[in-house]
Antibody, heavy 121, light 107 residues
Framework: QVQLVQSGAEVKKPGASVKISCKAS????????IHWVRQAPGQGLEWMGL????????LYAQKFQGRVTVTSDTSTSTVYMELSSLRSEDTAVYYC??????????????WGQGTLVTVSS | DIQMTQSPSSLSASVGDRVTITCRAS??????LNWYQQKPGKAPKLLIY???VLQSGVPSRFSGSGSGTDFTLTISSLQPEDFATYYC?????????FGQGTRLEIK
């Protein structure tokens, strides 16, 4: 069974960067894209970007272009999402989610457990 | 970006009720529409993909329909565990977007 396990909660000051990890089990990297989705407190889901871990293909939402970087380490089956120039509005739970490569449709399953990032001075 | 609009934003219903949630896309997305259920403090759970295909393990009381711009999620007979927030998501565009969510509450 494929699982995604994320790193723990972070507290950062405005202007800082945060780097969250998402570790996959199984033969995930050859068959899935990894996406990042965030959810501000009491708000809806917001797609941030994706990576195909084996090929390093990335795509980012325009809103986050220039501030987000998603990378992968195939040796440890881990994907990283780094968000820079943090502001209070970036306070949210950040999820990684897998999307199968085998279909042009993109649905998210499985999901990581989420990582709370709090931006506060 | 393709805008996804769900209605209603919130809904009160009773156990046993039949409930329908609507999702409208700002342009045609064929059948590239997926539905998720999210409970407080938990990650979203995939219910339906490709507009109408039930994800493995999801109860058959959930169903999805639609194509083009208009889609529906129907719960045929609400169970206590179904009270949650529901989101639609399009993948017609490489830039994924979600609906704003529909909160389903107990009446």
């Amino acid at each position: 069974q494929v699982q995604l396990v994320q790193s723990g909660a972070e507290v950062k000051k405005p202007g800082a960067s945060v780097k969250i990890s998402c570790k996959a089990s199984g033969s995930f990297f050859t068959t899935y894209y990894i996406h990042w989705v965030r959810q501000a407190p009491g708000q809806g889901l917001e797609w941030m970007g994706l990576i195909y871990p084996r090929g390093d293909k990335t795509l980012y939402a325009q809103k986050f272009q220039g501030r987000v970087t998603v990378t992968s380490d195939t040796s440890t089956s881990t994907v990283y999402m780094e968000l820079s120039s943090l502001r209070s509005e970036d306070t949210a739970v950040y999820y990684c989610a897998g999307a199968p490569r085998s279909t042009p449709d993109v649905w998210f399953d499985p999901w990581g457990q989420g990582t709370l990032v709090t931006v506060s001075s | 970006d393709i805008q996804m609009t769900q209605s209603p934003s919130s809904l009160s219903a009773s156990v046993g009720d039949r409930v329908t949630i609507t999702c409208r896309a700002s342009q045609s997305i064929n059948s590239y529409l997926n539905w998720y259920q999210q409970k407080p403090g938990k990650a979203p759970k995939l219910l339906i993909y490709g507009a109408s295909v039930l994800q493995s393990g999801v109860p058959s009381r959930f169903s999805g329909s639609g194509s083009g711009t208009d889609f529906t999620l129907t719960i045929s007979s609400l169970q206590p565990e179904d009270f949650a927030t529901y989101y639609c998501q399009q993948s017609y565009s490489s830039w994924i977007t979600f609906g704003q969510g529909t909160r389903l509450e107990i009446k």
